[in-house]
């Protein structure tokens, strides 16, 4: 059994070191073919900045599983035995990665955004990985029948594109992201999913190796493509762990995992649509803005709102290990005061701004 935390450290250290030493010869390829990102008078940036950074993120998840080719044990032969699996998911990630480098180089406008989200989406669908069934705290579990593909589909393109929402101060989206992807890593080496928890361990350290170059002051910045592959990432590794099980408190486990990016995309939406404005026009209404409009730095609302995920995905391990109805009703009572206190300072944002 140690041996199998040798392996997963190992993967976790090695996608680390992989991106935190990639990034710069990423900024500087950034530079030459043109992906910088621009100040204007939404950004909080004051100077052009480098994009493409998911690429180091990329590279630095996957280039370690060389390693797992190399080493023989449990986990190693259990992840070569699910190679068509994790394969359809990477093949289906490069394409979103392909189509944010496209955004960051060249622009992409939200219509060519969505069509290949949900080609890219429908194609995972109809590979195997879907959502059937929802898990029912009070019974048996629902089965969604031919609701499947839309659920599926929704929750591939929706977390994606709440994790590119994210993406509008320094070390925001990596951060959160890698303590998304750390919380399910746990969850899913409790539970013995093996190939799950080699997939977000190896994102996680790609993440966190990314976040020195990420953080406030930034060197470069992620782009679209890092945010809409790690969104992708993050999606497709929700539906083969987090539907996967009928335990009683798993219905709140994948909203106290991603709490963050839901709630700032929902609260996003229902000011825009209240305001009269198109729901997908850019602004300044995101929770992070609301935070800097506090007074917050770059830096502390990061902190703050990594610190969030970090609870909730810790209360999310938590009751995936201790299951009962009463954990689960705590679990609600905890994400709702959470999600209220960010309500007031979001709240005291606005009155302040107006």
Known sequence: MFGHY?????????SALTSWILTPLVRKLAFRVGAIDF???????????????????????????????????????????????????????????????????????????????????????????????????????????????????????GITNAINLLDGIDGLATG????????????????????V??????????????????FSPTSIFLGDTGSLFMGFMLAGIGVLSLFKTTTLSF???????FAVPFYDTITVIIRRARAGNPIFAADRSHLHHRLLALGWGQRGASLFLCGISVCMGGVAVFLTLNQARDLTLFAWGFVLAVLGGVGLLSRRALNRRS
Not at 6 to 14: A, E, I, P, R
Not at 251 to 257: D, E, Q, S
């Open 6 to 14: 040798k392996t997963y450290l190992s993967l976790f250290v090695l």
């Open 197 to 214: 928890a080699l997939l977000t361990l190896s994102l996680a350290g790609a993440c966190f190796g990314f976040l020195p170059h990420n």
């Open 176 to 195: 959160v992201t890698g303590c998304i992807a750390l919380s399910l890593a746990v969850i899913n080496i409790a539970n013995g999913n093996v190939i």
């Open 251 to 257: 219905i709140a486990v994948p909203f106290l995992v």
């Open 39 to 157: 100040p204007n008078e939404r950004k909080v940036h004051k100077d052009p900045m480098p994009r493409l950074g998911g690429l180091a993120i990329f590279i630095g998840m996957c280039l370690p599983w060389i390693g797992l080719y190399i080493i023989e044990n449990f986990i190693t032969i259990t992840f070569q035995n699910y190679e068509k699996l994790w394969l359809k998911l990477i093949a289906s990630s490069i394409s979103i990665l392909l189509l944010g480098a496209y955004d960051d180089i060249k622009g992409a406008n939200a219509t060519q955004k969505f069509t290949v989200q949900f080609a890219v989406a429908f194609f995972l669908y109809s590979s195997g990985l879907q959502i059937t069934q929802l898990s029912n705290p009070f019974g048996e579990p629902i089965p969604l029948e031919w609701l499947s593909m839309p659920v599926t589909v929704l929750w591939l393109v």
